[in-house]
């Protein structure tokens, strides 16, 4: 995967997170572990030779380190659909589709089989997208299989050869926040280009490797074109962004990338070489976009508040 910026990166991790989770502790990085069920498929499969070490456990996934061949991977086993939110997944799964109608009515319903497919219809949207970004040239870590329900990918490394940090782990100077806050608008940029919007963008799904800011956790990136929901969730994308750098480098606090970055999106006028401003004036008589989905944020966070009182007792 090429190189953003060419440079060893600015910044230095406070601890090391090639180190293994608790539940592995004393394993060490050549001796191979106890092989989970779920990626002994992969090795009856020769996909995989030997898994290494558990690298990061979630409420959606857990994540190994194996080895194939002569390269070390990361593996994401994806858990089992009830530890997932459905409700709060209806706008990212606007106008995803599938192939089969029964699928579709059980999923509408809400059933057990439904409840399956969704699931699977979620692992499947974060495989398509790294292909799709990772064609694109876009950071994501290279994808190279997805069998029974694991996803084997890229390892993404610091300079050490470590797993890389998450950005939240690692100590900024106000000139490295800034620099990493324009590669990551590249990014931005370059996947809403491909047709993609992350949807769930922060500093702790994006990784800093040796050479720069790698984006990874894309369950939830939705079809820029295809979904009402999209613009707002590339404001809150690049928001999200703002904010944690502007806090290093309290400049960017005043910076209107999201807005200016969609406008020229739906205008036609955006490429991953189009040169950004951050700042963004309406044009006379348009409606300003990012006002808009504000106020329509703040109505559904109104409207989830009273629904959740309704159930409380008094």
């Known amino acids: 995967m090429a190189s953003l910026c060419g440079e060893s990166r600015v910044a230095t991790p406070r601890s090391d997170p090639g180190q293994p989770c608790k539940a592995c502790?004393?394993?060490?990085?050549?001796?191979?572990?106890?092989?989970?069920?779920?990626?002994?498929?992969?090795?009856?499969?020769?996909?995989?030779?030997?898994?290494?070490?558990?690298l990061k456990s979630g409420k959606e996934a857990e994540v190994f380190v194996v080895r194939c061949g002569d390269e070390t991977r990361a593996a994401k086993v994806y858990k089992a659909a009830t530890h997932r939110s459905f409700r709060q997944a209806v706008d990212y799964t606007e106008n995803r589709k599938v192939k089969n109608s029964r699928q579709a009515r059980a999923m509408t319903k809400g059933t057990r089989y439904g409840r399956e497919q969704q699931e699977a219809?979620?692992?499947?949207?974060?495989?398509?997208?790294?292909?799709?970004?990772?064609?694109?040239?876009?950071?994501?870590?290279?994808?190279?299989?997805?069998?029974?329900?694991v996803l084997l990918m890229e390892l993404v490394a610091d300079a050490d050869g470590h797993a890389a940090p998450r950005l939240t782990d690692v100590p900024y100077t106000p000139e490295a926040a800034c620099q990493h806050h324009a590669l990551l608008l590249q990014e931005v940029v370059r996947m809403l280009c491909a047709g993609v919007v992350h949807g769930d963008l922060s500093e702790f799904n994006i990784l800093l490797s040796q050479d720069g800011p790698v984006i990874i956790d894309l369950p939830q990136a939705v079809d820029a074109a295809g979904n009402n929901h999209a613009p707002r969730m590339l404001m809150r994308d690049v928001d999200n962004l703002r904010s944690f750098f502007g806090q290093h480098a309290p400049e960017l606090l005043d910076t209107r990338y999201g807005p200016e970055i969609w406008d020229l999106y739906a205008a036609g006028r955006l490429s991953p070489e189009t040169p950004l401003t951050g700042r963004y004036e309406p044009r006379p008589g348009a409606v300003d976009l990012s006002a808009v989905l504000r106020e329509i944020e703040d109505a559904r966070l109104e409207a989830a508040e009273r629904d959740s009182g309704r159930g409380t007792a008094p």
């Open 121 to 149: 219809a979620w692992q499947s949207a974060e495989v398509d997208a790294l292909f799709r970004l990772a064609a694109a040239g876009v950071r994501v870590p290279m994808p190279f299989h997805f069998f029974e329900g």
């Open 25 to 54: 502790s004393g394993t060490d990085d050549n001796a191979p572990m106890k092989t989970p069920a779920r990626l002994q498929v992969l090795i009856d499969e020769g996909l995989v030779d030997s898994v290494l070490r558990q």
